[in-house]
Structures are given as structure tokens and as C-alpha cells.
């Protein structure tokens, strides 16, 4: 089959096995080009013969394993798969180094760090600079990892939490195959995204369970995968089912569907509602997310406002602290931004403060769900050591692969359950104690496009680099422990009363409840009007009328005439969210109303 360069090749082995298609293609007099940064594993390929073109492909196509597209008009988002969100620094850089290329390193401290040992920074070495708690007696939590593709081995990991960590305790690790996978080891990137994510989860909490759910990388796949984890799996007449779930994959927003993006979200509400925790990585290529179309996006399911998107930081020696800033040498920086698609979530009120002014523009984005909601470590210049295929990754790992796994090793150790979310508490907490929770980030950016002003820069409080900032996990745990914190007032409440007295000698007596935020991030005005009426030898009765809405202060009105026959029941109202005004509860047998007006 003739073939009209250039022509796509996707390897699906990973970038290592590409470098050796590469050097095929070229002895074989092929024009090769690297086009797209965020793909990896992609490579282009020109030659003036369409014919030997043709052959060339087809050739690859039944000797190797990889994805053809014999036209650029198919687009990467066409690929239809997920990628994983690590990388992984030069040979030539193995040891701590100033933070992502960026000219500014000047930041708070989060702590002396700790010593590194001859195994580097470990996911020990991170959870003590991040001062995390230790294990709660009698701990025992399920962590689900989701996994596209690939294996590990299981020498791998106890090297790792025995030689390198030296735990005693070890992880239980279950593989559940997905969708009829069949998980094997190759050395590919999926089986590093799967030995990153086990090692640094099981390292930090060691008496987890962890739940690797493997499945084929399409849409599907990756949708059957979490929803196998949400749903748990029974083992020899055990059933574990995850209370916390790591995803250290994703692709922009705009490579899904507008229905598998609803799909996916409708998983993780429902995620929610059961009690459990998704931490999900933000991403490695920046504001725009590789799009490559000078806007910013952000990276699914990051964006979803029913996970914990989880941002990078950098660190440089001193314990100095920023944003894994946007290197155009290395092609990477930690994801995050706005939503084009779901809304703000209730938590992120009074605590995001979206950019104006920007170029490109996000005067659209207003009032989209910001992302990320906390960061730590991604930066592979100031990497991560695992341990892969009988070698020692001294400190090369980076990307927010390593950061979703870290925080649910975090919720491990802690071990709770929330009375809303995870997220919701998170936020609660950051209202009454970010000084001690949280190490605000304020340096650094993750601006990856092309002529911008600067879209996305850290600032004090929230930023769209770092969230809510790094974590300091005692003192969150501290906090998270009391329940969700007390927050100041957010509202103002006034209430006015109004007593008529009826010709028969009854009284009505109309209460109007206005209740006005004290946010600017909310709009409206929820209004409450109950009614009592007495009568001559008719026991009271009180009617609760539904929330109702309305921007003006209500005045009430008194019913003209006493009701035939007011029954000795209550009518209670049931809790309705911001949206349009329900319709009143009324009593059938009374001819009188209180209505609050405006």
C-alpha cells in the first residue's frame, strides 16, 4: 500500500523501542522528524518513493508493534489513548540541582531536608520532607492503581521497600486484569508507570493493599479499569474494595468526547458518593497540555472537580521550593489551569481567584474548575528514585506520575473518611489553617505557550501551577482528624416578622429568613418563608416552604382570610442546590398564603 508522506508511526512499545525504529527508518534513507513533543512515542517519516514508503510501513506494521497513520490529516488526538505522566531525566543529571531551569529559586522552605542515603530520594526520603504522619496502628487501607498496558516484576518491588526503603512490613500487591488484558513485562513505559506507581504508593504506606488494575489503552479500557477500581475484587473469598485510587494517566480534554468526558465524571461522583478518594496527575507539558494550539487546556481526569488533582513542584538544595516550571530545553513543566468543561466545585469558592488580563485570553474560564488542588515533587532534574528491571533509577523520576501515587500513600497513613470528600475537606482545611498545612508556592510557571504574558504564574494563595501548595502532612492529618474544620461565616442572616390579626379573632404570623453570603463568588440570595396560623380551638401548624430564590430583600404578606380548616401536621422542606426556583409546598386544604416577595 502506497503511502503519502509524511506518515505517523506510534510505537506502542514505548519511546526506548522508538529510537530503535528510528535508526531503521534512517538506514533505510527515510526522512525522520520528532513533530510532536507531547507524544513521546510518535515519529514522522518522509521519503519522495510513496511506493517503498508503503512497503516500508506495511513492514513495521507486521513486525513491530505499532500504530500507522498514513495521512497527518489524523490528528495525535485520533491516537484515541491515554498517556502516562512521568519522565525521566537525562543520564547526565543524577543529583539534586536548581529548581526546572527556571532563573528564580528564591522560596519558602518547606524544612531541612532529610539525608538522602545511598538509595537518594526515595518515597521515604519524600513523605519525611514532606512530613508526613506514620502508619495509623491497625491501618490496613485498599489502594486501587490504574494501569494502561504493561506489568512489573515483583523482584522489582522488594528490592525496592526492602533494600532501598528497608521495611519490613511489605505492600500486599493483587493484579487484576481488565477487559481481558494480558499484563507481561517488556521494559516499556507502561511497565515503568506501573513499578513508579506501586513503589512510591506501598512505600510511603507500606500495610496498604494495593489493587493494580490493568487494562488494554483505549477509552474504554482506561473507563473499565476505574470502574473495576471503584467497584473492588474478591480474591479467594475476600473482597477488597479501595477506599483511595491512583491514576497517573490522562490526555487533554479535548482528545475525549463530550460524552466520555460526562461518563467518566458520572464514575468518579459515583466514586465519591461511596467514600473514596481519586488522586489524579495534572500532567507534564505544561499550560497548554501539548495541544499545541497557542490556548491553554487542561488534562482529564485531572480536570474532573470529583478528583484531587495532584501538581509538581521542584526542589533545589536548601530545601528551596517551586513550581516545576516550564522548561522549553526538556519539553516539560507540571500541567494544571481551567476546565473548558465542567464548573467550579462548591469547595474552590472563596479561594480561586481566576486571571484576567492574559495572553492568550481566559475570559472565558471564569468560573471553571481550577486545577490543580496541591502539588509536590516532579521536577526528574530533582527526581525520584525507583527501582526498575534489576536497575537503580538514582533520582531520575519525575513528572506528576509520582506525585498521585505520593498522595495516596498520604491518605493511606491517615486512613479517614469524610464526611463530604476528601476535596471538600481539603478546602475547609486551607480556610482556617493554610500556614500550617500547606508551603504556599510563589515562584515559578507552567506557561508552555508560545508568546504568552505569562497565563498561569504562582502566586500567594491559590495558583494554577501549585493549587493550594505542598502538603505538610501532620499537620493536615492533624486537622483532617477533627472532622471538616469550622469555617468563619459565610453568610448574613435577617429575619423579619409580620403579625396580622384576623376577623375572626385568628392570627397569622408570616417569618421571611434572608440569608445573603458574605462571598462575592455567590450571587444570589436564598430566601425561606414559613407561615404559622392560629385559630379559635385548631391546633397551630407550621408550613416550611421550600428554598426559593431572589437578589432583593423579600417583605411578606398576610394571608386575607383564616383558612376553613388547618390540619395539626408540618410540612418540612427538603435541602434543594443553587438552581432554578422549586415550586412551593402548599397545604390543599388552606385558602390562605405567605408569599415573601421582591
Same mark, same amino acid.
Given at each position: 500500500?502506497?503511502?503519502?508522506?509524511?506518515?505517523?508511526?506510534?510505537?506502542?512499545?514505548?519511546?526506548?523501542?522508538?529510537?530503535?525504529?528510528?535508526?531503521?527508518?534512517?538506514?533505510?534513507?527515510?526522512?525522520?522528524?520528532?513533530?510532536?513533543?507531547?507524544?513521546?512515542?510518535?515519529?514522522?517519516?518522509?521519503?519522495?518513493?510513496?511506493?517503498?514508503?508503503?512497503?516500508?510501513?506495511?513492514?513495521?506494521?507486521?513486525?513491530?508493534?505499532?500504530?500507522?497513520?498514513?495521512?497527518?490529516?489524523?490528528?495525535?488526538?485520533?491516537?484515541?489513548?491515554?498517556?502516562?505522566?512521568?519522565?525521566?531525566?537525562?543520564?547526565?543529571?543524577?543529583?539534586?540541582?536548581?529548581?526546572?531551569?527556571?532563573?528564580?529559586?528564591?522560596?519558602?522552605?518547606?524544612?531541612?531536608?532529610?539525608?538522602?542515603?545511598?538509595?537518594?530520594?526515595?518515597?521515604?526520603?519524600?513523605?519525611?520532607?514532606?512530613?508526613?504522619?506514620?502508619?495509623?496502628?491497625?491501618?490496613?487501607?485498599?489502594?486501587?492503581?490504574?494501569?494502561?498496558?504493561?506489568?512489573?516484576?515483583?523482584?522489582?518491588?522488594?528490592?525496592?521497600?526492602?533494600?532501598?526503603?528497608?521495611?519490613?512490613?511489605?505492600?500486599?500487591?493483587?493484579?487484576?486484569?481488565?477487559?481481558?488484558?494480558?499484563?507481561?513485562?517488556?521494559?516499556?513505559?507502561?511497565?515503568?508507570?506501573?513499578?513508579?506507581?506501586?513503589?512510591?504508593?506501598?512505600?510511603?504506606?507500606?500495610?496498604?493493599?494495593?489493587?493494580?488494575?490493568?487494562?488494554?489503552?483505549?477509552?474504554?479500557?482506561?473507563?473499565?479499569?476505574?470502574?473495576?477500581?471503584?467497584?473492588?475484587?474478591?480474591?479467594?473469598?475476600?473482597?477488597?474494595?479501595?477506599?483511595?485510587?491512583?491514576?497517573?494517566?490522562?490526555?487533554?480534554?479535548?482528545?475525549?468526547?463530550?460524552?466520555?468526558?460526562?461518563?467518566?465524571?458520572?464514575?468518579?461522583?459515583?466514586?465519591?458518593?461511596?467514600?473514596?478518594?481519586?488522586?489524579?496527575?495534572?500532567?507534564?507539558?505544561?499550560?497548554?497540555?501539548?495541544?499545541?494550539?497557542?490556548?491553554?487546556?487542561?488534562?482529564?481526569?485531572?480536570?474532573?472537580?470529583?478528583?484531587?488533582?495532584?501538581?509538581?513542584?521542584?526542589?533545589?538544595?536548601?530545601?528551596?521550593?517551586?513550581?516545576?516550571?516550564?522548561?522549553?530545553?526538556?519539553?516539560?513543566?507540571?500541567?494544571?489551569?481551567?476546565?473548558?468543561?465542567?464548573?467550579?466545585?462548591?469547595?474552590?469558592?472563596?479561594?480561586?481567584?481566576?486571571?484576567?488580563?492574559?495572553?492568550?485570553?481566559?475570559?472565558?474560564?471564569?468560573?471553571?474548575?481550577?486545577?490543580?488542588?496541591?502539588?509536590?515533587?516532579?521536577?526528574?532534574?530533582?527526581?525520584?528514585?525507583?527501582?526498575?528491571?534489576?536497575?537503580?533509577?538514582?533520582?531520575?523520576?519525575?513528572?506528576?506520575?509520582?506525585?498521585?501515587?505520593?498522595?495516596?500513600?498520604?491518605?493511606?497513613?491517615?486512613?479517614?473518611?469524610?464526611?463530604?470528600?476528601?476535596?471538600?475537606?481539603?478546602?475547609?482545611?486551607?480556610?482556617?489553617?493554610?500556614?500550617?498545612?500547606?508551603?504556599?508556592?510563589?515562584?515559578?510557571?507552567?506557561?508552555?505557550?508560545?508568546?504568552?504574558?505569562?497565563?498561569?504564574?504562582?502566586?500567594?494563595?491559590?495558583?494554577?501551577?501549585?493549587?493550594?501548595?505542598?502538603?505538610?502532612?501532620?499537620?493536615?492529618?492533624?486537622?483532617?482528624?477533627?472532622?471538616?474544620?469550622?469555617?468563619?461565616?459565610?453568610?448574613? #442572616?435577617?429575619?423579619? =416578622?409580620?403579625? @396580622? %390579626?384576623?376577623?375572626?379573632?385568628? +392570627?397569622? /404570623?408570616?417569618?421571611?429568613? $434572608?440569608? &445573603?453570603?458574605?462571598?462575592?463568588?455567590?450571587?444570589?440570595?436564598?430566601?425561606?418563608?414559613?407561615?404559622?396560623? #392560629?385559630?379559635?380551638? =385548631?391546633?397551630? @401548624? %407550621?408550613?416550611?416552604?421550600?428554598? +426559593?430564590? /431572589?437578589?432583593?430583600?423579600? $417583605?411578606? &404578606?398576610?394571608?386575607?382570610?383564616?383558612?376553613?380548616?388547618?390540619?395539626?401536621?408540618?410540612?418540612?422542606?427538603?435541602?434543594?442546590?443553587?438552581?432554578?426556583?422549586?415550586?412551593?409546598?402548599?397545604?390543599? +386544604?388552606?385558602?390562605?398564603?405567605?408569599?415573601?416577595?421582591?
Amino acid at each position: 500500500m502506497s503511502c503519502v508522506s509524511p506518515c505517523l508511526v506510534h510505537c506502542l512499545q514505548g519511546a526506548h523501542a522508538r529510537q530503535d525504529l528510528i535508526a531503521k527508518a534512517m538506514a533505510f534513507g527515510f526522512d525522520v522528524k520528532i513533530p510532536y513533543d507531547h507524544l513521546p512515542h510518535a515519529f514522522t517519516i518522509s521519503h519522495p518513493d510513496s511506493k517503498l514508503t508503503g512497503e516500508f510501513l506495511d513492514r513495521l506494521e507486521s513486525e513491530s508493534n505499532v500504530a500507522v497513520f498514513r495521512s497527518l490529516e489524523l490528528k495525535p488526538r485520533d491516537l484515541g489513548r491515554m498517556r502516562p505522566h512521568f519522565r525521566r531525566a537525562p543520564a547526565v543529571t543524577l543529583s539534586l540541582v536548581t529548581a526546572s531551569s527556571s532563573s528564580k529559586t528564591q522560596e519558602k522552605k518547606a524544612g531541612a531536608a532529610p539525608y538522602q542515603g545511598p538509595y537518594g530520594q526515595t518515597a521515604s526520603y519524600f513523605a519525611q520532607y514532606y512530613n508526613f504522619p506514620p502508619v495509623t496502628p491497625g491501618s490496613a487501607p485498599v489502594i486501587g492503581i490504574v494501569s494502561l498496558d504493561g506489568s512489573y516484576q515483583q523482584s522489582d518491588l522488594q528490592y525496592y521497600w526492602q533494600r532501598c526503603l528497608g521495611l519490613t512490613t511489605l505492600p500486599k500487591v493483587i493484579h487484576v486484569a481488565v477487559d481481558g488484558a494480558t499484563p507481561t513485562f517488556t521494559g516499556s513505559d507502561s511497565d515503568i508507570e506501573n513499578t513508579l506507581d506501586l513503589q512510591i504508593a506501598g512505600g510511603i504506606c507500606p500495610t496498604a493493599t494495593l489493587l493494580l488494575f490493568s487494562a488494554p489503552n483505549t477509552n474504554k479500557g482506561f473507563y473499565d479499569a476505574i470502574n473495576a477500581a471503584v467497584i473492588g475484587t474478591t480474591v479467594n473469598g475476600v473482597l477488597y474494595k479501595p477506599s483511595i485510587v491512583s491514576i497517573s494517566w490522562g490526555a487533554p480534554e479535548n482528545q475525549y468526547s463530550n460524552s466520555s468526558l460526562q461518563a467518566f465524571n458520572q464514575l468518579f461522583q459515583t466514586a465519591v458518593s461511596l467514600g473514596i478518594t481519586i488522586t489524579v496527575a495534572c500532567g507534564d507539558s505544561g499550560s497548554d497540555d501539548g495541544v499545541g494550539d497557542g490556548q491553554p487546556h487542561a488534562d482529564f481526569p485531572a480536570s474532573s472537580p470529583y478528583v484531587t488533582a495532584c501538581g509538581g513542584t521542584s526542589l533545589a538544595s536548601g530545601g528551596i521550593e517551586s513550581a516545576w516550571t516550564w522548561s522549553a530545553r526538556y519539553q516539560w513543566g507540571t500541567g494544571g489551569g481551567i476546565s473548558r468543561i465542567f464548573p467550579a466545585p462548591s469547595y474552590q469558592r472563596g479561594v480561586v481567584t481566576y486571571p484576567t488580563g492574559t495572553l492568550p485570553s481566559t475570559a472565558t474560564l471564569q468560573g471553571l474548575r481550577a486545577l490543580p488542588d496541591i502539588a509536590l515533587n516532579a521536577d526528574p532534574l530533582s527526581g525520584w528514585t525507583i527501582y526498575f528491571n534489576n536497575q537503580l533509577l538514582y533520582n531520575e523520576m519525575g513528572g506528576t506520575s509520582c506525585v498521585a501515587p505520593a498522595m495516596a500513600g498520604l491518605l493511606g497513613l491517615m486512613n479517614l473518611r469524610y464526611s463530604v470528600s476528601f476535596n471538600t475537606s481539603l478546602y475547609a482545611a486551607y480556610k482556617v489553617a493554610a500556614a500550617s498545612c500547606f508551603v504556599d508556592i510563589t515562584i515559578g510557571n507552567n506557561d508552555s505557550i508560545a508568546g504568552s504574558n505569562g497565563v498561569f504564574p504562582c502566586t500567594s494563595g491559590y495558583d494554577f501551577c501549585t493549587g493550594l501548595g505542598a502538603v505538610n502532612g501532620v499537620n493536615l492529618f492533624s486537622v483532617l482528624q477533627k472532622g471538616t474544620p469550622a469555617q468563619p461565616p459565610s453568610t448574613t #442572616t435577617t429575619t423579619t =416578622v409580620t403579625t @396580622t %390579626t384576623l376577623p375572626n379573632g385568628g +392570627t397569622t /404570623t408570616c417569618t421571611c429568613v $434572608t440569608v &445573603t453570603p458574605n462571598t462575592r463568588q455567590v450571587q444570589t440570595v436564598l430566601v425561606e418563608s414559613k407561615r404559622s396560623v #392560629t385559630c379559635p380551638a =385548631v391546633s397551630p @401548624t %407550621t408550613i416550611s416552604v421550600p428554598l +426559593t430564590m /431572589t437578589m432583593a430583600t423579600p $417583605t411578606c &404578606t398576610a394571608p386575607t382570610q383564616a383558612p376553613l380548616f388547618v390540619p395539626a401536621v408540618s410540612i418540612q422542606s427538603q435541602p434543594v442546590p443553587l438552581a432554578p426556583t422549586p415550586s412551593f409546598l402548599v397545604a390543599s +386544604t388552606s385558602r390562605a398564603s405567605c408569599k415573601c416577595r421582591h
